[in-house]
């Protein structure tokens, strides 16, 4: 199916107990409410609510995904996941590459591209996330980050089916702080060139690019329409329902240099 929707995917990190159903049931509802929502949704939540989420979100529009996998399909990894068995619990995607993994598990780019494969022979969507760091942009080396993730992150059997690429400035990330629409969509501008030279310029059409960083429903109309923004990647607006529902509702901003919608497929 082709959407032109924006997608918001909520990343709750390591946020939620069972308690937090609630959230999820206002979500549901709020969406429902919604009727023909403007995005699609979907809410990543930590591994021990995966089974009971997707359970629970099977009968409405709202997709759960993960936030990590191991790269084999099974074995003496303990206290790993692999894609298998997210797929197994209901996920139908997975975060990968986020900056937290990235540096507090020293996940590198080979990594996240085995990774990724991993998530493509589960079935599962690939959440690829790239961005550079404070110090990094300060150096003006933001364009050379992203093209260096880009290139060892993103497998070349990527499709815009298969995967989905989230711009995380980390220094946007748990901040308040955000790049500015003409920053965001130059970069993702860049990541959207640069996946063309990654994987050529056919199959590179149409991928979905998620800025992600600080967004919240005061922004959420800046942010998607920001050039070659095609979603949000949230965290901590999204432990709430009524604040991702306000996120997944807002109305992008019309500015003349806006690129037209291109088609892009749902999962
Ligand atoms: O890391 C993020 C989403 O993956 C962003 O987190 P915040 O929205 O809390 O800044």
């Not at 009727?35 to 990543?44: H, K, L, R, T």
């Amino acid at each position: 199916m082709i959407s032109t929707k924006p997608l918001i995917v909520g990343n709750w990190k390591m946020n939620g107990l069972r308690s937090a159903t609630g959230e999820l049931h206002k979500l549901i509802n709020g969406l429902g409410e919604q009727g023909s929502p403007s995005a699609e949704v979907m809410i990543c939540p930590p591994l021990t609510l995966v089974m009971a989420f997707s359970h629970i979100a099977s009968e409405s529009e709202l997709q759960i995904g993960a936030q990590d996998c191991h790269t084999e399909i099974s074995g003496a990894y303990t206290g790993d996941v692999s894609a298998e068995m997210l797929a197994d619990a209901g996920a139908s995607a997975v975060i990968l590459g986020h900056s937290e993994r990235r540096s507090y598990h020293g996940e590198r780019d080979r990594d996240v591209r085995d990774k990724a494969r991993a998530a493509y022979r589960a079935g599962l969507q690939a959440i690829i996330c790239v961005g550079e760091t404070e110090g990094q942009r300060r150096l003006g080396l933001t364009f050379d980050v992203l093209r260096r993730q880009l290139h060892g992150s993103v497998p070349a059997s990527a499709t815009r089916r298969n995967t989905i690429v989230a711009y995380e400035p980390v220094w946007a990330i748990g901040t308040g702080k955000t790049p500015t629409r003409e920053e965001i969509g130059e970069a993702h501008n860049f990541i959207a060139q640069e996946l063309g030279s990654v994987l050529g310029g056919e199959a590179s059409a149409g991928f979905r690019i998620l800025y992600g960083g600080s967004v919240t429903p005061d922004n959420a109309a800046m942010v998607l329409s920001a050039m070659d923004v095609h979603g949000a990647l949230v965290g901590g607006a999204s432990l709430k329902a009524d604040s991702l529902l306000a996120i997944a509702s807002a109305q992008p901003q019309p500015q003349s240099s806006m690129t037209s919608a291109q088609d892009h497929v749902s999962p």
